[in-house]
């Protein structure tokens, strides 16, 4: 798996790429992997649950389930990306855990009815899907970075497409995960690890450019 930092060098109006230490590749790999793992147990352990239609004292056990295991997912990928963990940003990670929690149970409700890649319900999820969770990724990194929580223009097109790439990877994955059942889980990993690899590195894009900056001291 290759990451990479970007560094901006003074006197430039050049975005240059500098190569992470093994050291800092083998902690972003690990970090990468981590957040893999307890995403994707959450989601099948999710899965399994809404479909048992499992309840207690009245209330669905799956969607507070999911919000615990994808609280602490993104709780460690900020701490990771941004050593600055306040109260305010976990008030943050909250509004955005809870918001990928309902999508994720409109488009499993949006795909009950259907098995084909191509029926109406399957289009009409997948556009959801994309929508929703774009909506997600941004606002995620939009807290990564410090930027205005519900910003949705990035000065950086490379922001942007990654958002894009992490949220088509991710419902590739899903989508391919539900179609072929006891293999399927091999697809949401590899979807989840291409995801969360290119949110590691996009966090790490500055979301202005030298001249930009200049451009707006003057």
Known sequence: MHLCTWTVYSGSDEWHVEPMSSYSKA?????????????????IAWLVLARASMFYKGIPIAPPL??????????IMQR??????????????LGFTTLEVVNWSVWLT??????????MSSLIA????????????QITENVITQQP???????????????????????VGARLWLLYGPIGPAFLV???LIEHSIQYVVGRVPVTSPLLDRESAG
């Open 149 to 171: 929580y519900l910003r949705f223009r990035n000065a950086r097109g490379a922001i942007t497409a990654g958002v894009i790439l992490e949220t088509l990877s991710e419902g």
């Open 27 to 43: 902690g972003a790999a690990g970090v990468v992997l981590l957040v893999t793992i307890i995403e994707d147990a959450g989601l």
């Open 110 to 119: 949006l795909l009950a009815n259907t098995s084909s890649l191509l029926s």
């Open 190 to 192: 590899l979807g989840s």
């Open 80 to 93: 990771a990306e941004n050593p600055n963990f306040t109260g305010r940003v976990f008030a943050q990670i």
């Open 126 to 137: 997948s556009v959801y899907f994309f929508v929703g969770f774009y909506i997600e990724h």
């Open 66 to 75: 999911l919000l615990i295991v994808l609280l602490i997912e993104h709780s």
